[in-house]
């Protein structure tokens, strides 16, 4: 059966269908200001550079209450290693209280020291002042002349600094300068062989870095745009000390371009601000066929809008993106992407250990998985009743390939209920019930078990590395909870796909198969009997955590433990509410470690309801409240303090509302905390 919601394919982001939230393209992060509480903004590109593992990032300081002015000093600020954001930003007064930045300055490490170069100007005098990062601060070391009072770019190639910038008195001609063979430092023209003018010339800011050629060879690359009407984005390579045109981009920009690429030349990146426009628009060098993809658009809602084309940076396996806003007072935003993308469609396949536990394992799930579907299925008001029932967008098969692979099934019937709801001035009448279908408390979603099981065969068949967990309990009362538990059984006790088992399985036993856990009783038809049916679950603690037991059949003196987290009603509003079911999962996951070494799995739901405002699923995952970044943001900021790539830890299967928002990572970030295939 169709969604009732027209979504692309994961991996693409869902912002532009159906969320409430300004969001960049999948992977990016969700936009976020590099001070928390909007106060740093500037006038220009801000610069940035990776120096020792740890990304800088520097900005002309604004004059108080004059945002359109530079103050007389610069600031800075760095990534923390929390990866919980920015520092505290620092300011760096300039020597000559008279001055001010006047173009885009650059960050740059030259023989293992980090330097800013600052283009500044004032009434009587101008230049590009030098800055030696000290440990702390930035200590000037030395300035050049006027000639380079100019937005600059600069990086090293074969072990010498290069620098560019574009010379005012010589028809916006492009001036390179190259350190001394010998110099170990910067800190003025001494430090520098005299400068050369280029036959070409710009007037924005321009991109400089070496990228490893189609000779396998490093190449210094130029990029910046045409200095004519048509802005074209060009590219120049340094060939036997001269520069090349080696591409003219079918890209028009606006105020300049941003590069930057790996460490090892073998990716890079551009940047550039849109002719006649605001939103930031990225190429990617495609190196097997020597020139750069199409751009993408950064998109266009306010904070994605950039004043001057955004900086672009790599640093530990994520790609920054960095733009001051289009607004007054150019408030500095920043988003990222991971670059070390897993198909999350097999990642289950991608364990080290075949052998290991489902208990042991890292495992994203949805609560309410089949609420996309929601309608308002047979019920009138359905805009009203709609924000509480739907609890996910992605469609199932969006939900595996996203990742996720623990799905909390609600089960009913059409005409299951025979009440009234009050609240909602709804009645249900008694009628014959339909088939099994799936629901939110009291709300048919309109997808039937038998709709929702072929997603999973059809999936399953082309990912045979993969696990399916499936939760099932009745959510309509508990007047038909055995004919659930009984319709359940008859689907799926003879199809080779179930795993019925009910003690915990290991990975490599259950591959390709789907492991049923039920909150219901043990079926009663003829022939269920003394049969194991799924791990049990009918111990379920109530708006608490709690460790549960679960019978094994055939066993009474042995059972199956059950960590699980699920407070979901907590009092009071939003301010309240995210704090408190943050610290409780926040708990459970601190438990994991120990209880899964001890056989024990460990099931916590990051969702919850209160009475306060705002009390809708969506609104709770992924909405910013009283300032604090969204639930799901903090929850992925959290994990990922825990562990990551190449450092494994345990967080457990952590079942979510609307898990590919905000930032489209907070899925990989739970499963990269499982030990994986490097």
Same mark, same amino acid.
């Given at each position: 059966?169709?969604?009732?919601?027209?979504? @692309?394919?994961?991996?693409? #982001?869902?912002?532009?269908?159906?969320?409430?939230?300004?969001?960049?393209?999948?992977?990016?992060?969700?936009?976020?200001?590099?001070?928390?509480?909007?106060?740093?903004?500037?006038?220009?590109?801000?610069?940035?550079?990776?120096?020792?593992?740890?990304?800088?990032?520097?900005?002309?300081?604004?004059?108080?209450?004059?945002?359109? $002015?530079?103050?007389?000093?610069?600031?800075?600020?760095?990534?923390?290693?929390?990866?919980?954001?920015?520092?505290?930003?620092?300011?760096?007064?300039?020597?000559?209280?008279?001055?001010?930045?006047?173009?885009?300055?650059?960050?740059? %490490?030259?023989?293992?020291?980090?330097?800013? !170069?600052?283009?500044?100007?004032?009434?009587?005098?101008?230049?590009?002042?030098?800055?030696?990062?000290?440990?702390?601060?930035?200590?000037?070391?030395?300035?050049?002349?006027?000639?380079?009072?100019?937005?600059?770019?600069?990086?090293?190639?074969?072990?010498?600094?290069?620098?560019?910038?574009?010379? =005012?008195?010589?028809?916006?001609?492009?001036?390179?300068?190259?350190?001394?063979?010998?110099?170990?430092?910067?800190?003025?023209?001494?430090?520098?062989?005299?400068?050369?003018?280029?036959?070409?010339?710009?007037?924005?800011?321009?991109?400089?870095?070496?990228?490893?050629?189609?000779?396998?060879?490093?190449?210094?690359?130029?990029?910046?745009?045409?200095?004519?009407?048509?802005?074209?984005?060009?590219?120049?390579?340094?060939?036997?000390?001269?520069?090349?045109?080696?591409? $003219?981009?079918?890209?028009?920009?606006?105020?300049?371009?941003?590069?930057?690429?790996?460490?090892?030349?073998?990716?890079?990146?551009?940047?550039?601000?849109?002719?006649?426009?605001?939103?930031?628009?990225?190429?990617?060098?495609?190196? @097997?066929?020597?020139?750069?993809?199409?751009?993408?658009?950064? /998109?266009?809602?306010?904070?994605?809008?950039?004043?001057?084309?955004?900086?672009?940076?790599?640093?530990? +396996?994520? !790609?920054?993106?960095?733009?001051?806003?289009?607004?007054?007072?150019?408030?500095?935003?920043?988003? =990222?992407?991971?670059?070390?993308?897993?198909?999350?469609?097999?990642?289950?396949?991608?364990?080290?250990?075949?052998?290991?536990?489902?208990?042991?394992?890292?495992?994203?799930?949805?609560?309410?998985?089949?609420?996309?579907?929601?309608?308002?299925?047979?019920? !009138?008001?359905?805009?009203? %009743?709609?924000?509480?029932?739907?609890?996910?967008?992605?469609?199932?098969?969006?939900?595996?390939?996203?990742?996720? +692979?623990?799905?909390?099934? +609600?089960?009913?019937?059409?005409?299951? !209920?025979?009440?009234?709801?009050?609240?909602?001035?709804?009645?249900?009448?008694?009628?014959?019930?339909?088939?099994?279908?799936?629901?939110?408390?009291? *709300?048919?979603?309109?997808?039937?078990?038998?709709?929702?099981?072929?997603?999973?065969?059809?999936?399953? #068949?082309?990912?045979?590395?993969?696990?399916?967990?499936?939760?099932?309990?009745?959510?309509?009362?508990?007047?038909?909870?055995?004919?659930?538990?009984?319709?359940?059984?008859?689907?799926? *006790?003879?199809?080779?796909?179930?795993?019925?088992?009910?003690?915990?399985?290991?990975?490599?036993?259950? $591959?390709?198969?789907?492991?049923?856990?039920? +909150?219901? @009783?043990?079926?009663?038809?003829?022939?269920?009997?003394?049969?194991?049916?799924?791990?049990?679950?009918?111990?379920?603690?109530?708006? $608490?955590?709690?460790?549960?037991?679960?019978?094994?059949?055939?066993?009474?003196?042995?059972?199956?433990?059950?960590?699980?987290?699920?407070?979901?009603?907590?009092?009071?509003?939003?301010?309240?509410?995210?704090?408190?079911?943050?610290?409780?999962?926040?708990?459970?996951?601190?438990?994991?470690?120990?209880?899964?070494?001890?056989?024990?799995?460990?099931?916590?739901?990051?969702?919850?309801?209160?009475?306060?405002?705002?009390?809708?699923?969506?609104?709770?995952?992924?909405? @910013?409240?009283? /300032?604090?970044?969204?639930?799901?943001?903090?929850?992925?900021?959290?994990?990922?303090?825990?562990?990551?790539?190449?450092?494994?830890?345990? %967080?457990?299967?952590?079942?979510?509302? *609307?898990?590919?928002?905000?930032?489209?990572?907070?899925?990989?970030?739970?499963?990269?905390?499982?030990?994986?295939?490097?």
């Amino acid at each position: 059966m169709s969604s009732n919601l027209n979504l @692309p394919p994961f991996p693409w #982001s869902q912002d532009a269908v159906s969320s409430n939230l300004d969001l960049p393209p999948f992977p990016w992060s969700q936009a976020q200001p590099v001070a928390t509480d909007n106060s740093v903004g500037t006038q220009f590109k801000p610069a940035a550079c990776d120096f020792n593992g740890t990304l800088f990032l520097a900005w002309a300081t604004q004059y108080q209450n004059e945002p359109s $002015k530079c103050a007389s000093s610069f600031s800075f600020t760095y990534w923390l290693t929390s990866e919980n954001g920015w520092a505290t930003p620092t300011s760096v007064a300039l020597s000559d209280s008279s001055m001010a930045q006047s173009h885009t300055s650059v960050l740059v %490490v030259f023989h293992s020291e980090l330097y800013a !170069l600052v283009p500044c100007s004032s009434p009587t005098s101008s230049g590009l002042y030098i800055y030696k990062y000290d440990g702390t601060t930035f200590q000037e070391s030395g300035a050049l002349d006027s000639t380079w009072n100019t937005s600059v770019a600069a990086t090293v190639y074969h072990g010498d600094l290069h620098m560019v910038g574009f010379d =005012r008195n010589n028809g916006d001609r492009i001036n390179w300068i190259i350190s001394k063979p010998d110099a170990t430092t910067i800190s003025g023209p001494e430090s520098f062989l005299p400068s050369t003018a280029t036959d070409n010339s710009t007037t924005g800011n321009m991109g400089l870095i070496v990228r490893k050629g189609n000779t396998g060879l490093d190449e210094l690359v130029l990029i910046f745009l045409a200095d004519n009407d048509s802005r074209t984005v060009l590219e120049n390579t340094l060939v036997n000390g001269v520069w090349t045109r080696t591409d $003219k981009l079918d890209e028009r920009g606006n105020s300049g371009v941003s590069a930057t690429s790996t460490p090892d030349g073998q990716s890079s990146w551009i940047c550039f601000k849109k002719w006649h426009g605001y939103s930031n628009l990225i190429c990617e060098y495609d190196a @097997p066929h020597g020139c750069w993809t199409s751009n993408y658009s950064m /998109g266009t809602a306010d904070n994605l809008e950039c004043w001057n084309e955004a900086a672009l940076i790599y640093s530990n +396996r994520w !790609l920054y993106i960095i733009w001051n806003m289009n607004n007054t007072p150019q408030t500095i935003y920043y988003s =990222r992407r991971p670059l070390s993308q897993r198909s999350m469609g097999s990642w289950m396949g991608q364990i080290t250990d075949q052998s290991v536990s489902l208990a042991d394992l890292s495992i994203p799930g949805t609560h309410d998985s089949s609420t996309y579907h929601f309608s308002g299925y047979g019920i !009138l008001n359905s805009s009203t %009743v709609g924000p509480y029932v739907v609890c996910q967008d992605m469609e199932y098969i969006q939900q595996l390939d996203a990742g996720i +692979r623990y799905f909390d099934l +609600r089960g009913g019937y059409s005409n299951g !209920l025979d009440q009234t709801l009050d609240e909602l001035g709804l009645t249900v009448t008694k009628a014959p019930l339909g088939p099994l279908s799936a629901c939110h408390s009291d *709300f048919n979603v309109g997808l039937t078990f038998a709709d929702i099981f072929e997603y999973f065969y059809t999936w399953l #068949s082309k990912h045979p590395s993969e696990v399916i967990i499936v939760q099932v309990k009745y959510d309509q009362g508990e007047n038909l909870n055995q004919k659930v538990s009984n319709d359940l059984y008859n689907m799926t *006790f003879q199809n080779p796909l179930w795993s019925l088992g009910d003690t915990i399985p290991r990975l490599q036993d259950i $591959k390709g198969r789907i492991q049923l856990i039920r +909150r219901l @009783p043990l079926p009663n038809i003829r022939g269920s009997q003394g049969k194991p049916f799924g791990i049990d679950a009918t111990g379920w603690p109530e708006n $608490k955590q709690a460790t549960i037991e679960g019978k094994i059949v055939g066993s009474p003196s042995a059972s199956v433990k059950l960590l699980i987290e699920d407070q979901y009603q907590i009092d009071g509003d939003g301010s309240v509410a995210v704090p408190e079911k943050l610290q409780a999962v926040k708990d459970f996951i601190s438990q994991v470690p120990a209880n899964s070494s001890a056989g024990t799995w460990c099931i916590g739901y990051s969702s919850f309801v209160t009475n306060g405002i705002s009390n809708t699923p969506r609104a709770y995952a992924t909405d @910013p409240i009283n /300032g604090a970044p969204p639930f799901n943001a903090q929850l992925e900021g959290y994990i990922r303090s825990i562990g990551g790539t190449g450092s494994p830890a345990k %967080v457990g299967t952590i079942v979510m509302d *609307f898990p590919e928002m905000p930032s489209g990572n907070l899925i990989q970030a739970i499963v990269e905390t499982n030990d994986l295939i490097k």
